[in-house]
């Protein structure tokens, strides 16, 4: 595991609880996912607050990876466009692409929704 600290700012201001942008310390790789931040929003947060701390750490270098690489196992969610699940074990981490504005130098970002065992995922 690496220990590469991870840039947080706030999304909105409202409260130290809101939600969380997470710049990813990845390559440049072109890719649909590679060079995004990852924004978790508080219900991910609350789900990630519930996983053991391995889990977690497990979960975030997952996105990290998939943020600035685009390398992970990711499958688009059908009937659901724009939405995507990247598998992490046992686990299911459900999250959605944002692109940037055209006239943006911004990368976009992907916005982590929820994290569930894969027995309460599809339920």
Known sequence: MHSTPLAVTSNTGASARS?????A???SVASVFGGRTVEIIRKAERDLAKLPP??????IEHFERLAGT???????IEGEPGKYRLRVGDLRAFFERRD??????EPGAI???RVLNRREAYR
């Open 19 to 23: 939600p969380r942008s997470r710049s």
């Open 25 to 27: 310390w990845g390559s």
């Open 54 to 59: 391995k889990d977690r750490a497990r979960v």
């Open 70 to 76: 685009g390398v992970g196992d990711v499958q688009a």
């Open 100 to 105: 940037a504005p055209p006239d943006s130098d």
């Open 111 to 113: 916005v982590v929704i």
